[in-house]
């Protein structure tokens, strides 16, 4: 279950299943409802989402690794993979958090994106959004409150204002080992990527459903125009 779980290998198996049902549920969708079929259309969706979380993982990722290399090294054990040699060879530590961040992020972004899908799901009362305008809309919002978030996490963080967090923060600093400040700063980024990722989503819902009121709200007045 570990290496199901917590390993890469066990990552790739995951999503290769993941994928492979998804792919075989639109394929019947598509055989029993021809060109009426819509699941494909959601399962595409998700996959957008996935993918822009994936690549907001590794370019964060790459972004603090620079900052904090203990942050990996130490604190997400990559010393185990990369041996004991210190400072690390770059280019194999940044490959390491690049999995991390991969391997941190794809679930956000599947949650992301069944949230985008409820909020435009079929309603009596409500017209549905197009999926393009979905992610359109959907995405630049998630992308930007993880972003402010995760630089006012790391600022917090480089500022020692969040040492409250963790009695090993307050260790760090007193010993003054790993470059504390820089280590939670980069712990920091991470904190409030995923904060900004909740409250991105949260706030994309209520955008979605907005959106689809007016909507219906046009549809009702334009008669009488």
């Not at 712990?187 to 007016?214: C, D, E, S």
């Amino acid at each position: 279950m570990y290496w199901l779980l917590h390993t890469s290998a066990g990552l790739r198996l995951r999503i290769i299943v993941g994928v492979t049902i998804l792919a075989l549920l639109a394929i019947d969708d598509l055989r029993r409802r021809g060109r009426s079929a819509t699941r494909w259309r959601e399962y595409a969706v998700l996959a957008v989402c996935v993918a822009v979380a994936l690549l907001y993982g590794i370019i964060n990722d790459q972004i603090t690794v620079t900052i904090s290399w203990e942050y990996f090294y130490y604190g997400k054990e990559l010393d185990r993979v990369l041996g004991p040699a210190v400072p690390p060879d770059m280019a194999a530590l940044r490959w390491g958090a690049a999995k991390v961040g991969m391997m941190a992020t794809w679930s956000a972004g599947l949650i992301f994106g069944v949230a985008l899908l409820l909020a435009n799901n079929p309603m009596r009362s409500l017209p549905r959004m197009g999926y393009r305008r979905l992610l359109r809309i959907g995405l630049p919002i998630m992308v930007l409150s993880a972003v402010v978030c995760g630089v006012v996490g790391g600022i917090a963080g480089y500022h020692g204002w969040l040492t409250w967090c963790s009695d090993d923060f307050a260790d760090l600093v007193q010993m003054n080992m790993y470059r504390p400040y820089h280590f939670m700063c980069t712990w920091g980024v991470h904190l409030g990527g995923y904060v900004g990722g909740l409250i991105g989503t949260i706030v994309v819902v209520a955008v979605v459903l907005q959106r689809r009121v007016n909507l219906r709200n046009r549809w009702v007045d334009s008669p009488k125009q």
